[in-house]
């Protein structure tokens, strides 16, 4: 995305400064609008952080303006675009820390938490009427997140009138890039109409197999009914598809020669063909009523509906070799410690032929096409059998399709001249469809849909191997559903309200908001397994939940603030870590209930001509979260689920932003994020497996005092910024990332991974110190460059007459080509429980992208 491309702040630095270094009026251009212009389309053309920027009160002399007034952050600045290659996260927040309000909607996905920028994905231009709040402070759209909430204005007359063209290239996850984008303003009859279309295309990214085909729409009309109504429609969508990237082990990235080794592919009749495949697409419809009866007041309604189908695909297989090319066993360190001459042996074997690191496309046709059966009483007919070539192998698409409607309305009043009261409700419902369906059977006739593990596990019995009861031993075909199929609901609604009081040197804010959340699971199919517990609706969990935050800030003067917000929130368990195996059955974890979050921040903002300046510093606790990890447990050789509850996580630091303007050219913008976050509790696992409702195990995860993981928790940048008065600019910006932890595996973190250590081995206190250690990641530097010319083009080479300006861009990312900052990893669900080695199956991880580029030129008109 954008956001990854260039860096902001060098951006709005050069955007601001650019107006203010230009010479005196005798060297203007003709019109002092062209200086606007040529900054509006700087600001246009990429992507910016907008803090609430609306006009102060008319309320005179006598009151300081508030701190919503004062522009941009510059600390989000750069930890938006300069900290986002090692995936800084703001404050350490995984989910519930940020989110996306389109015209006033919550599209955070109700599933998850998750922001789905998929769905908008490749329409920048479209979204840059944005309103920005920071943590706990106060806002006029919603309750708030305790992060970044960021509040989009999609309308036709939130869009600047003009007409955009624009190409760019790039060595990113695309290659190419076209946009397109016209909007008219309102005309006459009160109308105003905008749209937009963007194409990216990647025959292959920067990681080897991955490709990426993509485009994305946006339309949107206004209408104004007199002086006080005004009505909006707007749709948009990103059909995309995309090859992706997996992570791997390093040992495979060695024998491969590249931190950007992709298990994910291999080569079909010479050509590259990625197995891990993402395609989605999930146009959203909206209408929207914006009713002022007078100038203070205003009562804003939207609602919104998507639908669409996302789907991940990836190799499944039925009683064959694991085809993974980097599975542990298929690797030299395998035989290291047993077999000298096969570890040697695979060793230079893979480094003369690193193509067998890649996935044999070919071996798997040849597997499914040698593979004869009959299948009796197939399609659970008494007597029908069906001989051919029966798939081994297959590519699989798991698929999420989903259904969500949405509403709000939003009402806000000035009371007086210093209290203004803020008061909204949102309803929303969410079905989301999950199930199994072939892609691609390569080259077989046919897949049968029964269980495997319960195939083994249960061999005198026929109808435990069913996936399906009601369609025993059915066969499936190309595009044709199998293995698990469920629904999930969810349900929520919620009103808030707020008010603000303005006072001469202090602003006080109070808000509250009361939420009622359900979900329910709808088995589709009768599971042999659980025929009782997985077929048909289970039973509905509630949650009421109540959310209060307050806040006050001293006005010192116009350029100086101190603040203090405070918030306790409690929030509903995602559906997916409350159901122990959601793919199966209707079971949830025992005695589940809402996650609390107590969080409170503090801090001082200097806003002066020459120096923006703010310091925060936070503190917030979780408690009671829920989790659910599912994977393949080598002890009970089955796919295991470990319910985890009771985790409790703690993320407290200081953020400080700068924008030093040094003179009519040259600033100097930094950052800097310190943080500790890390879990503070010992968590409790409830231990099941896939094909048994017995409940195996329940043990103590022993995580309190590790480190929240993928995300740096120390992060720093620097960089100057040049504006000629020559309409060009350069920037030079370094960033600096340390204290970053790899994912632990709770498995690792139990008394059991421990026991047993041989007590007369003198290494035994080394081994279990191995076994516990959370890795921490090497401490990086980066450094980026960004620049660009922008010019009003003579009137000879206007466009239909219109003032028209052309733009170029160039960011370069990475300058120094680190190639050795791992951006995130994981161990793998995976323990050694025997011989105690906790490299057996060691972590995953992803890299950084090395030198990176982002080039694009523009026209304006």
């Not at 510059?74 to 090692?86: D, G, I, Q, R, T």
């Not at 007199?226 to 997996?246: D, K, W």
């Not at 203004?420 to 077989?444: P, S």
Request: aromatic share 14%; charged share 20%; proline share 4%.
């Amino acid at each position: 995305m954008i956001k990854h491309i260039i860096t902001a702040s060098a951006l709005l630095a050069a955007c601001e400064a650019y107006a203010q270094s230009l010479p005196v009026k005798d060297s203007l251009p003709k019109s002092d609008s062209t200086v606007v212009d040529i900054k509006s389309e700087v600001r246009d053309n990429l992507p910016t952080i907008v803090i609430n920027e609306e006009d102060p009160d008319d309320e005179g002399s006598s009151v300081v303006s508030s701190i919503l007034t004062a522009g941009r952050d510059p600390f989000l600045s750069a930890a938006e675009f300069n900290f986002s290659p090692a995936r800084f996260r703001l404050r350490g927040y995984e989910t519930q820390g940020n989110a996306i309000y389109i015209n006033g909607i919550d599209f955070n996905g109700m599933d998850n938490g998750f922001t789905p920028f998929g769905l908008w994905s490749g329409l920048n231009n479209a979204m840059r009427a944005q309103q920005n709040s920071y943590g706990l402070q106060a806002n006029d759209f919603s309750i708030g997140s305790i992060a970044l909430n960021t509040y989009v204005d999609m309308r036709a007359g939130a869009q600047r009138a003009q007409t955009q063209v624009g190409y760019a290239f790039s060595n990113r996850n695309y290659n190419h890039r076209v946009t397109l984008q016209h909007s008219t303003g309102f005309n006459k009859k009160g109308w105003a109409y905008s749209g937009a279309l963007t194409g990216r295309y990647a025959k292959e990214g920067y990681v080897p197999g991955t490709y990426y085909q993509g485009a994305s729409y946006y339309a949107a009309i206004d209408k104004k009914m007199g002086v006080h109504n005004t009505f909006s429609f707007i749709t948009f969508g990103a059909p995309t598809e995309s090859g992706r990237q997996g992570p791997s082990v390093q040992e495979a990235m060695n024998l491969a020669g590249s931190h950007y080794y992709n298990p994910s592919w291999g080569y079909q009749n010479g050509n590259k063909r990625n197995a891990n495949v993402l395609q989605t697409y999930q146009p959203v419809w909206m209408v929207a009523h914006d009713y002022r009866p007078h100038e203070k007041s205003r009562l804003f309604t939207a609602f919104a509906y998507t639908s669409g189908k996302r789907k991940n695909s990836g190799l499944d297989w039925y009683n064959a070799p694991d085809p993974r090319p980097d599975y542990y066993r298929y690797l030299p360190s395998y035989y290291r410690a047993t077999n000298q001459a096969t570890y040697q042996s695979l060793l230079t074997h893979y480094q003369q032929h690193p193509e067998d690191l890649q996935i044999q496309w070919e071996k798997l046709y040849e597997a499914n096409s040698a593979n004869t059966r009959t299948i009796n009483n197939a399609d659970g007919v008494a007597g029908n059998s069906l001989s051919g070539k029966r798939s081994v192998y297959i590519l699989s698409n798991r698929v999420n399709d989903i259904r969500r409607l949405m509403g709000n309305i939003v009402y806000n009043g000035k009371l007086t001249n210093a209290l203004t009261t803020t008061a909204g409700a949102n309803y929303q419902q969410q079905v989301n469809h999950y199930y199994q369906e072939v892609k691609d059977l390569l080259g077989g006739d046919f897949w049968v849909n029964i269980n495997q593990f319960a195939e083994r596990d249960f061999p005198t019995d026929p109808d435990a191997v069913q996936h399906d009861l009601g369609q025993p031993n059915r066969i499936i075909t190309a595009g044709e559903q199998y293995g698990y199929n469920y629904q999930i609901t969810i349900q929520q609604m919620a009103a808030w309200a707020q008010l603000l009081l303005q006072l001469r040197s202090f602003d006080f804010f109070a808000a509250a908001e009361m939420s009622a959340t359900s979900f329910y699971r709808t088995g589709l199919n009768r599971n042999g397994l659980f025929p009782e517990l997985s077929y048909g609706r289970s039973p509905r969990q509630r949650f009421n939940n109540p959310t209060v935050k307050a806040g006050a800030t001293y006005k010192m003067n116009g350029r100086n603030y101190f603040f203090v917000n405070g918030s306790y929130r409690t929030t509903a368990p995602f559906f997916e870590n409350a159901y122990i195996s959601q793919r199966t059955r209707n079971t949830v974890q025992e005695n589940l209930k809402s996650e609390t979050i107590v969080s409170a921040e503090l801090g001082y903002k200097l806003n002066a001509p020459r120096l923006r300046f703010g310091f925060t510093a936070y503190y917030t606790k979780f408690t009671n979260g829920v989790d659910v990890l599912t994977f393949y447990h080598d002890q009970y050789q089955n796919f295991v689920n470990y319910a985890l509850s009771g985790i409790n996580k703690v993320f407290f630091g200081g953020e400080i932003g700068v924008e030093l303007k040094l003179n009519s050219t040259l600033s100097f913008n930094g950052a800097a994020s310190m943080g500790r976050y890390y879990f503070d509790s010992r968590q409790r696992a409830l231990v099941t497996v896939d094909n048994s409702a017995k409940t195996l195990a329940k043990q103590t995860i022993y995580l309190k005092n590790y480190r929240i993981p993928s995300t740096p928790q120390n992060a720093y940048s620097a960089g100057w910024f040049y504006r000629s008065p020559k309409f060009w600019y350069a920037s030079i910006t370094g960033n600096y990332f340390s204290n970053m932890w790899l994912s632990p595996n709770p498995l690792r973190r139990t008394a059991d991974a421990i026991a047993d250590t041989d007590p007369e081995n003198p290494s035994a206190d080394e081994v279990k110190q191995a076994i516990l250690r959370q890795e921490k990641f090497d401490s990086q530097f980066t450094l980026d460059f960004f620049g660009g010319w922008s010019r009003l083009l003579p009137r000879n080479y206007y466009i239909n007459n219109r003032r028209t300006y052309f733009l170029f861009n160039l960011g370069v990312g990475n300058l120094l080509n680190n190639k050795n900052m791992r951006s995130g990893g994981f161990e793998q669900l995976r323990f050694d429980f025997e011989g105690k080695e906790p490299g057996k199956f060691p972590p995953k991880y992803y890299y950084a992208f090395g030198l990176n580029f982002f080039a694009s030129v523009g026209l304006r008109f």
